[in-house]
């Protein structure tokens, strides 16, 4: 059968598989400057005769034609790029760009594609149907490389009538993978706010115009945007992380500095809750007799998994590797530029787990000491390759 084949072939190229996920992670890249990532991966498809057409500056898409006569296709996809993150762990493919690392799994990402495309090209006579690797960039930096290889075409010639990815996890252990199905991830935008008044002595304030003291009245009811505004079945989340008021303890400044994110799973509600917040802290400002600037970055779209493709994914991959090893997982409120696939085509975005406790591997991503149970690629490439398979009616 299919699956034992791919079983075996996933035991076959596991040693490959490590050894080119540590060369990805020694080597690592920020967005849009994936060249060398690129370059690796481009001569992999190579090594495997495959064919691939470039797509925003260092994304790559080749495709995997089965022998058996199909029109089916399913698309498969991998992310490449790194964080600004300095590495601490002390381990022998340890990032060698001192303040890039791959603290977000890209590399376990890249590295599991490249050996499920080993896989399905070594088993091409054994089903029907295209398989479309996707190989994007730049899914840590807005616009996102998942819009602008959309926008490039990447979802057509041929056109999947489904998109499939899996992302690192290190909540859930080595061995195992989660799925949601329906939404599941968050809209991400990012808000610049420049709250202005009149700096002066901090002993006289009745002179000036304290921006400070505007900035957290504003900063107040903001949190009315969620709590009173937003429809509380549909989660919403505004949080500020950065605020600069570069006075001193006897000078109030001219002006405040503010970054914010605000998150949530209604593109409906995102629109009205942009103008509201807007109103608002202009308002305030105003009342105050003060002013701000207001700026909302548009960011990534809610990741949704569709029902049905959902469904009949988990219960593939229940089938290949047992229940007991397939788990349910809750919404997450951080963002993934995969949204952009979901939102256009039928997707399903599932995590990979990749913790060991008793290795002390359990960092979440976006840390320095974040690191991967390499023993999950014993299931990543033949996984990918079993789900491919099955959507493809094989």
């Known amino acids: 059968m299919i699956k034992e084949q791919i079983q075996q072939l996933s035991k076959n190229i596991?040693?490959?598989?490590?050894?080119?996920?540590?060369?990805?992670?020694?080597?690592?890249?920020?967005?849009?400057?994936?060249v060398e990532?690129?370059?690796?991966?481009?001569?992999?498809?190579?090594?495997?005769?495959?064919?691939?057409?470039?797509?925003?500056?260092?994304?790559?898409?080749?495709?995997?034609?089965?022998?058996?006569?199909?029109?089916?296709?399913?698309?498969?996809?991998?992310?490449?790029?790194?964080?600004?993150?300095?590495?601490?762990?002390?381990?022998?493919?340890?990032?060698?760009?001192?303040?890039?690392?791959?603290?977000?799994?890209?590399?376990?990402?890249?590295?599991?594609?490249?050996?499920?495309?080993?896989?399905?090209?070594?088993?091409?006579?054994?089903?029907?149907?295209?398989?479309?690797?996707?190989?994007?960039?730049?899914?840590?930096?807005?616009?996102?490389?998942?819009?602008?290889?959309?926008?490039?075409?990447?979802?057509?010639?041929?056109?999947?009538?489904?998109?499939?990815?899996?992302?690192?996890?290190?909540?859930?252990?080595?061995?195992?993978?989660?799925?949601?199905?329906?939404?599941?991830?968050?809209?991400?935008?990012?808000?610049?706010?420049?709250?202005?008044?009149?700096?002066?002595?901090?002993?006289?304030?009745?002179?000036?115009?304290?921006?400070?003291?505007?900035?957290?009245?504003?900063?107040?009811?903001?949190q009315q945007i969620v709590s009173r505004f937003a429809d509380p079945k549909s989660p919403s989340v505004l949080s500020f992380g950065k605020v600069i008021a570069n006075g001193a303890t006897n000078v109030i400044p001219n002006e405040v500095y503010l970054e914010g994110t605000f998150r949530t799973m209604d593109e409906k509600w995102r629109n009205e809750a942009h103008i509201k917040m807007k109103k608002m802290a202009e308002g305030i400002c105003e009342s105050m007799g003060g002013s701000c600037e207001f700026n909302i970055m548009r960011g990534y779209p809610f990741l949704i998994n569709e029902e049905k493709l959902t469904a009949a994914t988990r219960g593939h991959a229940e089938d290949y590797l047992g229940k007991e090893n397939v788990l349910d997982l809750d919404i997450w409120m951080a963002a993934e530029d995969f949204a952009y696939y979901s939102q256009v085509a039928d997707s399903c975005f599932y995590r990979l787990g990749t913790r060991n406790e008793s290795r002390g591997i359990t960092s979440s991503v976006h840390t320095p000491t974040f690191d991967v149970e390499e023993d999950a690629f014993k299931i990543s490439t033949g996984l990918m390759a079993y789900l491919a398979v099955k959507q493809l009616g094989n």
């Open 37 to 222: 990532t690129s370059a690796f991966v481009a001569g992999k498809l190579d090594e495997l005769g495959l064919k691939y057409e470039r797509m925003a500056d260092n994304g790559l898409v080749a495709l995997i034609k089965g022998d058996k006569p199909s029109d089916k296709v399913v698309a498969l996809r991998a992310d490449m790029d790194a964080l600004p993150i300095t590495e601490v762990n002390e381990v022998s493919y340890k990032s060698q760009n001192i303040g890039v690392m791959h603290a977000c799994g890209h590399d376990a990402h890249t590295s599991s594609l490249l050996g499920t495309a080993k896989i399905l090209t070594d088993l091409k006579s054994q089903f029907g149907g295209t398989v479309k690797l996707i190989f994007q960039p730049a899914e840590e930096k807005l616009p996102g490389g998942a819009s602008i290889m959309i926008k490039e075409g990447v979802l057509e010639n041929p056109k999947p009538q489904a998109v499939l990815g899996q992302h690192v996890m290190p909540l859930i252990e080595a061995g195992k993978v989660g799925f949601r199905a329906g939404k599941y991830m968050a809209s991400t935008d990012e808000i610049y706010v420049t709250v202005r008044g009149k700096g002066g002595h901090g002993a006289q304030p009745q002179q000036n115009v304290d921006p400070v003291i505007i900035m957290a009245h504003m900063l107040t009811a903001l």
């Open 14 to 34: 596991f040693n490959d598989v490590v050894a080119n996920r540590r060369h990805l992670h020694s080597h690592p890249e920020l967005s849009f400057q994936e």
